[in-house]
């Protein structure tokens, strides 16, 4: 079993920054891959980022370039820098954690980009 708690969501302005933390606890040995995604109103949830165990990070197009996932193995942590955000990046966004073939989820944090 494994257990994720994100953070760091809130409202921010278009073209300004947030930095979401997803802490991980539980069976953590096991994790490969740990990821994001994120669910629009009215939209089915889509995957943002991820990032293996030894740091090989793959970025879907819409966010390329302005997000950035690192991940600290000894905190048991990943984070999301999201840089130059823009209306259409709001969304509840999830922590994803790779297990052999079980995905683990965290409970979400929104993230707002309005003026």
């Known amino acids: 079993q494994v257990q994720l708690v994100e953070s760091g969501g809130g409202l921010v302005q278009p073209g300004g920054s947030l930095r979401l933390s997803c802490a991980a606890s539980?069976?953590?040995?096991?994790?490969?891959?740990m990821g994001w995604y994120r669910q629009a109103p009215g939209k089915l949830r889509e995957w943002v980022a991820a990032?293996?165990?030894?740091?090989?990070?793959n970025y879907a197009d819409t966010v390329k370039g302005r997000f950035t996932i690192s991940r600290d193995n000894a905190k048991n942590m990943v984070y999301l820098q999201m840089n130059s955000l823009k209306p259409e990046d709001t969304a509840v966004y999830y922590c994803?954690?790779?297990?052999?073939?079980?995905?683990?989820w965290g409970q979400g944090t929104q993230v707002t980009v309005s003026s």
């Open positions: 994803n954690a790779l297990v052999g073939t079980t995905d683990y």
């Open positions: 990032i293996t165990r030894g740091g090989a990070t």
């Open positions: 539980g069976s953590i040995f096991s994790i490969y891959t």
